[in-house]
C-alpha cells in the first residue's frame, strides 16, 4: 500500500509541476507586456539591463495610443466586426446545427464531409479569390468585407460544434413539447436553445475570438486608417526601422481586456458548453 500511495503522490507532484511550467509559459508573456506598457522608452530600448519592474511607472505609452494613433478607432472597428460576426454565425449556426441533427435528407453526409474538408484548409488560401470577388462586388475597404471573410471561414466548424449540441438533447424533450401543442419554432426558441445555453455561448465565444484576433485578412482588405481593426492598427506601430514598442504593449494590454472580461463572466458557460459538445449520449 505505502508504494502505491509514494507512486500516486509522485503521480500528483509531476502533474502539478507541469502544470506550473505551462502557467509560467502562459502569464510570463502577458505580464511581460503589461510592465512594459508602463516603462519609459529609455527603459524599453536598454539592453545593458532587463528590468522586471518599471523603475519609473508612467501612463505616456497609453496616452500616446490613444491621441496619436486613434486607438479608439480601432477598438469600434473590432468591436462592430467581431460581434456582428459571433452573434450571426451563431444564429446561423443553430439552425444549420439542428437542420443536420434532426433532419435526414439526401446530400447530408456529403455536406458534413464538406465541412470537415473546409476545416483543413488555410484561410489564407481564399483571400485572393475572395479580394477578387469582393473588388467586383466593391466591398474592399469596408467592414463588410471583413465580416463575409470571417464569416465564411468560421461558420462550418460553429455548424459541426452546434450539431453535436443538439444531438445530446434528447429527442424526447422536443416530442413531449408537440404533445402539448407547440410548434417546432416555439419548441427550438423555449425548450431546446435555454438548455443548451453554454454550447451556445461557446459557439459565440469561438466566433467572437476568431475575428477580433484576426489579422491578415484586415491587411489585406482594409487600405484606410480609419477603419483598421485592432490588430491591423497594432501592426502599422512596427517601422522599418524603429518599433514603437511600449505603445505597442500598451496597444496589446487594452486589446487583451474585452476578451479576459469576456471570459471572466463566461467562462463557466464555454467550459460547459465545449464539454457537452465533446460527447454525444
Known sequence: MKPYTLQRHLGNFGRTVILLVFLLLVILPIYWMFITSFKTNAE???????????????????????????????????????????????????????????????????????????????????IIPLYVIF?????????????????????????ITMRSFFERIPYTLEEAAYVDGCSKLTTLVRIVLPVMFPGIVAVFVFAFIGAWNELIAGTIFINTADLWTIPVGLKSLIGKYDVKWGVLMAGGVCALLPTAIMFAFMQKFVVEGLTAGAVKE
Open 135 to 159: 473588388a467586383k462586388l466593391g466591398m474592399i475597404n469596408t467592414r463588410l468585407s471583413l465580416f463575409f471573410f470571417y464569416l465564411i471561414t468560421n461558420l462550418p466548424f460553429c455548424v
Open 44 to 126: 524599453i530600448i536598454n539592453a545593458q539591463q532587463i528590468t522586471y519592474f518599471p523603475r519609473e511607472i508612467t501612463t505616456e505609452n497609453y496616452v500616446q495610443l490613444f491621441k496619436l494613433y486613434d486607438y479608439k478607432g480601432m477598438l469600434t472597428n473590432s468591436l462592430v466586426v467581431s460581434v456582428s460576426t459571433g452573434l450571426c454565425i451563431t444564429l446561423l449556426s443553430i439552425l444549420g446545427g439542428y437542420g443536420l441533427a434532426r433532419y435526414t435528407f439526401k446530400g447530408k453526409d456529403a455536406m458534413l464531409l464538406f465541412f470537415l474538408v473546409t476545416q483543413m484548409i488555410p484561410g489564407i488560401l481564399v
